[in-house]
Each structure stands twice: as structure tokens, then as C-alpha cells.
């Protein structure tokens, strides 16, 4: 190519890189958002009626959560003050987080992140489905990312949220930070809530018990209140003359409660008739997750006001657990009791109630039974006062077995199970490849069809690693970690990705026995893509343009000055490192497979036009992560590349042929430009093109031609 056009090329191509900064730098126009807390007042005002926020707890963010009548109804959070781990951008995650007082999540809402994938790649919409699946499920619960593992029973199965293709790393982050902040309130606020699964009945269990039995035991609690000490309750109130039966008849019981649980069915087939039982047994073996309580009340109080519904909650009776109410409701079931009771048992009212154990109940711990006792005082519109008569009631813990939760893999292990047989394939193909380039580099560039091997592998390369396994490594990742190192946060979110940090491995490996070249030339999907773009180019019989070489020199120092740029921006604008890193096309070609806005694809489809008459022009003179491979090289240990006394002077072949201007006229090897595509060693084992070969085989040397380097453990 004549100089002066050499020269117009080169000033194309820098004109077109101008272009695409700009395009690039277009992108910076709108920041990311950066995960900082809420003020209480914004906080407040996404919290949905009836309920709302109420008085903070603690200095770490804890408000109140009031229901429509003003009372105590659950807590509200942030998780960012709580349990800041740092995503993929370096900054945390903040999730709203509104728990009701038996750790049930009511709400979750994203309020702030800065993860690239979610900023400019797939949208928040996945982001924010993803934690619409909390709703309903409490902390109790084994709550976990990804696919199922594990046995699963009564208790102690575990619960999957499905996760966000893609971005498995940056939910799972998100994932660990609720529970970390959630964890946290429950044991500073919610000390009595069970943190793991309730005891259930165990059906081996099979005692034959008599009344006295019960009695002797405790399985049936009885409390019985006279009408003298619910006098002495409402003295001094309102209401202490408002029921004269009770002074008339100070000593006859105003309340004569039984209790027991009927969840172990030896207890229940002591107390009930045959028909019961079985209605019972029928009962259970549906509603497994229900423990049924058995109450009778055989004085004036009663059990329930003439106004209640069945299969309700009881209005006059309540339960408590460690500090925290239980939810009770009627069953609905007929109760009729064994023969062998007492005859006032059969002359009080039952009624058979069911808590559910998931929801926090454990019926192996003691629990607290509030009675509510009423009077009215006046006529038309009396005002209705109240005492609680409590009484406390616990079954034996022989009766229940309490299951081993199923030990919850860490987050580490969940990632890398749920990317097993991915992993696998991986390391099988890197643990192939290194090899065969270490030891057969020879033997591969000699191969008659190198070419359609070489891009075997890539088309591998780019469809597994990359758009399947989203192992394209970015700029994003060292980034993150410079800005971990200066906030001395923790570097635990690269092991949300072991997908990607196997290909990091191998890349960190790679700098040692080849420098750059081993993922560059290798193991870059994007780098993959712009190759096959430059071979469709010939295919298309479409025109090459390559830079003069002082142009080319000047052009390659482009990558380092947008890896410098990076730099700055994580170090003093971290908010806008989300949009900076969108001069990689890496997010748009191959994380989202062009799904994304369309300046996005433009500029990613531009630089695989280019690549139609530039050879990888992305690759060799834009990619910060390029730069900083080619800075990671300086670790290589060896000169791999074999060469002659010949090369260079007066050989100039290998020189003329390398696609990347990586082999200087001197004949040297550029190793920070080489992407080991092994072009050049394939000519040098040629002795159909090899000059100094050629020349050694028609006798115009006296000796043949040596080769100075390129052993194996040569040191550089």
C-alpha cells in the first residue's frame, strides 16, 4: 500500500475511533444511581396504606411500622446501613425492606445499586421482579437463590427464588444483603421469632395415655379464674361494679379453661372420640403445616362473643410466643371428647383451633394463652373494658421431633453448584487448550487446516463462554476491585461469578507462560466475534486497511489512555463508572446479545463493521481491558515465540504477514501486542515459507538455518 494512502487510512481510522469515543462519551450523560440510604421522610413515603412508617429504633435506620390504627405492626429498613456488601461496581445494593412481627416480608423495594448489567443492560424491570418474589415468605424460611438441592420435608424444605439470567452474581449479592440486614433486626427486634424450622409431631410417637395420665403429665393444662380475682383485676376501674354476678358469687369460677395440643396424636386419641379423631386425622393429613389446640371452657366466660364466624379468629382468645403473637383461627371441626373425661368436660364448650407452624409457631416451647375478659359500662352506648386472664401451656418435647435444617450451602457454594456442569465443561476445555499451546504450539499452527481449527475453538469460545456461560471478562471486574482495595471493603463478590473467575484464573495464568496473548487471542468472546467479522470481510471480498506502522504505534496507545481514563473516573466520579465502562461493546454483544438500547447496539455493531476492513480494531487499539492485559504480560516468564538470526534481517516475512504489527522489522516480538495467533510460528516451521529454510534447502548456505529461541523454558 503507497504511503499517502497508508497515511489517509490511518486518519480514517483514527476520524472513526474519534467518532465512537464520542459516542461513548455520549453515554456518560446520565449517572448511575448511587446506592445511598434514604432520608426517613423519602423512606416514608413508599410505604403503602394503611400502614406507614413510624419512629426510628435504632441509629442504623430501624423505623417503626404502624398499621391503620397507630399500633406496632413490623419494622422498616434499608439493608445499605446494615449490610453494605459491595456489588459488582464496587457499591452496595440498597433494598427497602418491611417485615411484619413474625418476620414475614411485606414489602421489598429497590431503592438504589449501581450494578452494570442492570444500569444499561437487561433494565431494572428483572431487578425489581426478582425481589417481588420475598413477599409472603418470612426469615424463618431457608431461603435460597438458584436450583433446588437438598431433601426436602414437613419443615425443613428449602425455598428457591429464581434468579436473573445473566446477572446470577449481582442478585445473589442483593439476596445476601437482605438476609444479612434482615437477620440483623430479627435478632435486635424480634429476639423470640424462631430462626429456623418448628418442631412438628412425631409420628413414630405412639403412647397409650389415660385421663390421669394427662393430668399427672401436664398434657392438658387447666386455668381457672374466679369471679373474686377478675373483680380485683378491674377494681379501681370504669367497670368494677359492672358485673354483679361476679360480687354476688365472688368464689364460683368465672373462667374454667382446659387446654391441650392435639398435634401428637397420642394426646388426641386420649381426648377425643373415635368420629373426631378421624375427622381430625383427615384434617392434618391435609394441612400438614397446622398444629391443632384443643380448648374447653366449662364456666360462665365461654370461649368465643355470640357474634363470631366460624373458621375465624377467635375475638376473646389469643397466643403468644416468646413476646410475639401466633395466629390463631378456628378449624372448624367437630369436637366431640373421649368417653373417659370428667362429665363437666362434656357439659363446657370445645373448640379446636389451629396455628400454623411456618409461620414462627413451635409448639415443643412454651406458649401463652390470653383470655380476654369484658364489661360494659352504661346502656345505649356503653364503653367496653378489658383484662387478659393468661395462662401458660407446654407439651413435652418427647412428643415432636425437631428437624436438622438442611445445612444452606454459602453463597460461594451455591453459585458454584448451580454453575457445576458449566464449570466443568470449562476447565475440562482450558485444561485441553493450555496444554496443547504450551507443548503443541508447533504441531497446532502446522496443522494443514489451522485456520478452521483455530476458529472451531473460537466459535466455541463465543457461544459457550460467551453468550451462554456470560464469562466475558470486563473492565468492570479490576475496576470494582481498585475501588474495594480504597474503601477496604471485601472482595467476596468476585466469588459470586466462579464462571468468570475460572476464565480470570486462566487469563492470570495465561500472563506467566505467553503474556496477553492466552485470553486475547483465546479467550475473549468479543475478540472472537471481531475475528470472525474480519474473516466474513474476506469472505465478502470487502477491501483491508491497515494503518502505516507509525500510525498503528499511535493508534495502540489509545487503549492505554481509555484504561487511564477509567482509572479517573473510579477514583474520582465512581457513580458514573457504570456508563464509563460502556466503551467496552462487551455488555451489548455479548451479555445481552444485542437486547439492549439501540445507541448501545450501534456502537457495538460499529466496531464490528470496522472489523469488516480493520482487522479486530477494537481489540488493538481501544479495549481498556486489552491495556490492562497487556500490562498484566510484563509478568511473562519466557520468550515462547521461536525465532532465527535470519528474522529480521533479511527475513521480513513474519513481520509483513502478523495482522496485529506485533513482530518488529528487527525481527523482535512485541509481546504486549501479540495475541498469540500462532501465524507466525506456523511460517517459521515452513519450509516452503521460511526464508531462511527455503534458502538452507537450495544450498545458498553454508550452514543451515538456527534457531535462537522459542524453547519452552526459555527465560526472557
Not at 123 to 138: D, K, N, W
Not at 406 to 414: A, G, Q
Not at 507 to 512: C, E, L
Not at 521 to 535: I, K, S, T
Request: overall charge negative; charged content about 20%; aromatic content about 10%.
Amino acid at each position: 500500500m503507497p504511503a499517502y494512502r497508508r497515511c489517509m487510512c490511518a486518519k480514517s481510522i483514527l476520524s472513526g475511533l474519534w467518532g465512537l469515543l464520542c459516542a461513548a462519551g455520549l453515554l456518560l450523560g446520565s449517572p448511575g444511581a448511587n446506592a445511598e440510604p434514604l432520608p426517613p421522610e423519602k423512606l416514608a413515603e413508599r410505604i403503602f396504606a394503611p400502614m406507614s412508617m413510624g419512629a426510628a429504633l435504632n441509629d442504623v435506620g430501624v423505623h417503626e411500622l404502624l398499621n391503620s390504627g397507630g399500633a406496632h405492626a413490623g419494622y422498616v429498613f434499608q439493608t445499605e446501613p446494615m449490610a453494605p456488601l459491595p456489588g459488582f461496581s464496587g457499591s452496595a445494593i440498597n433494598v427497602l425492606v418491611v417485615l411484619d412481627l413474625e418476620g414475614r416480608f411485606l414489602d421489598m423495594q429497590l431503592l438504589s445499586h449501581n450494578e452494570p448489567i442492570f444500569v444499561s443492560g437487561l433494565g431494572e424491570a428483572p431487578f425489581h421482579a426478582f425481589f417481588e418474589q420475598y413477599r409472603g415468605h418470612s426469615i424463618s424460611d431457608n431461603l435460597v437463590v438458584g436450583t433446588p438441592y437438598g431433601d426436602g420435608g414437613d419443615g425443613n424444605g428449602l425455598v428457591y427464588l429464581d434468579g436473573v439470567t445473566k446477572a446470577t452474581a449481582s442478585v445473589r449479592i442483593a439476596h445476601e444483603s437482605i438476609l444479612a440486614a434482615a437477620l440483623q433486626v430479627a435478632r435486635e427486634k424480634m429476639g423470640g421469632l424462631s430462626a429456623g424450622p418448628p418442631a412438628y409431631p412425631d409420628p413414630t410417637v405412639d403412647e397409650v395415655l389415660s385421663w390421669q395420665d394427662l393430668l399427672d403429665q401436664g398434657l392438658i393444662t387447666r386455668h381457672t379464674v374466679t369471679n373474686a380475682q377478675v373483680d380485683a383485676q378491674f377494681a379501681g376501674t370504669l367497670w368494677e361494679d359492672d358485673d354483679p354476678e361476679a360480687q354476688d358469687f365472688p368464689q364460683e369460677p368465672y373462667l374454667d379453661l382446659w387446654i391441650a395440643d392435639l398435634g401428637p396424636r397420642s394426646i388426641a386419641r386420649a381426648l377425643l372420640s373415635k368420629d373426631a379423631l378421624e375427622e381430625l386425622d383427615a384434617f392434618t393429613s391435609i394441612s400438614t403445616f397446622d398444629e391443632p389446640v384443643l380448648m374447653i371452657e366449662t364456666a360462665r366466660h365461654g370461649l368465643v362473643s355470640p357474634d363470631f364466624v366460624r373458621n375465624t379468629a377467635p375475638d376473646w382468645i389469643s397466643v403468644t410466643q416468646g413476646g410475639f403473637p401466633i395466629a390463631l383461627r378456628d378449624a372448624d371441626l367437630f369436637v366431640e371428647l373421649a368417653d373417659e373425661l370428667p362429665d363437666e368436660l362434656h357439659e363446657g364448650v370445645a373448640m379446636i383451633l389451629r396455628t400454623d407452624r411456618r409461620l414462627g409457631f413451635d409448639p415443643a416451647s412454651p406458649w401463652d394463652v390470653q383470655v380476654k375478659a369484658l364489661r360494659e359500662h352504661g346502656m345505649f352506648q356503653p364503653e367496653i373494658g378489658s383484662v387478659s386472664l393468661d395462662v401458660t401451656h407446654q407439651t413435652p418435647e418427647r412428643f415432636f421431633v425437631r428437624p436438622t435444617p438442611p445445612r444452606r450451602l454459602s453463597p460461594v457454594e451455591e453459585a458454584v453448584r448451580n454453575r457445576q456442569t458449566d464449570l466443568i465443561i470449562l476447565a475440562v476445555g482450558l485444561i485441553a487448550l493450555m496444554p496443547l499451546l504450551y507443548w503443541g504450539q508447533s504441531r497446532l499452527a502446522g496443522l494443514s487446516g489451522y485456520t478452521p481449527v483455530r476458529l472451531s475453538i473460537l466459535a466455541s469460545v463465543l457461544g459457550f463462554i460467551g453468550w451462554w456461560g456470560q464469562g466475558q471478562l470486563s473492565i468492570v471486574t479490576p475496576l470494582a476491585s481498585l475501588q474495594t482495595a480504597l474503601s477496604g471493603g471485601s472482595y467476596a463478590f468476585l466469588l459470586y461469578d466462579p464462571f468468570s473467575l475460572l476464565v480470570w484464573g486462566a487469563a492470570i495464568a495465561g500472563f506467566v507462560l505467553w503474556g496477553r496473548g492466552l485470553f486475547c487471542g483465546w479467550l475473549c468472546p468479543f475478540g472472537a466475534l471481531q475475528e470472525f467479522a474480519h474473516h466474513l470481510g474476506r469472505v465478502l471480498r470487502l477491501p483491508r486497511y491497515e494503518p502505516s506502522p507509525l500510525w498503528d504505534s499511535r493508534l495502540k496507545q489509545l487503549k492505554y489512555v481509555a484504561l487511564a481514563g477509567l482509572i479517573g473516573v473510579t477514583l474520582y466520579a465512581p457513580e458514573h463508572m457504570d456508563k464509563a465502562a460502556e466503551i467496552e461493546p462487551f455488555k451489548t454483544a455479548i451479555t445481552t446479545v444485542f437486547l439492549r438500547e439501540w445507541y448501545y447496539v450501534a456502537y457495538a455493531a460499529a466496531w464490528l463493521v470496522l472489523g469488516l476492513f480493520v482487522f479486530k480494531g477494537f481489540c488493538r487499539y481501544l479495549c481498556p481491558l486489552g491495556a490492562l492485559m497487556a500490562i498484566g504480560g510484563a509478568l511473562r516468564l519466557r520468550k515462547w515465540i521461536p525465532r532465527r538470526l535470519e528474522c529480521g534481517s533479511p527475513c521480513q516475512l513474519c513481520s509483513v504477514k502478523c495482522q496485529y504489527g506485533a513482530i518488529s522489522p528487527a525481527g523482535a516480538i512485541q509481546y504486549d501486542e501479540c495475541f498469540q495467533c500462532l501465524d507466525c510460528v506456523a511460517i517459521h516451521d515452513d519450509d516452503s515459507r521460511c526464508v531462511p529454510l527455503i534458502l538452507a534447502q537450495k544450498g545458498k548456505r553454508l550452514k543451515p538455518a538456527r534457531d535462537i529461541s522459542g524453547h519452552p523454558n526459555k527465560v526472557a
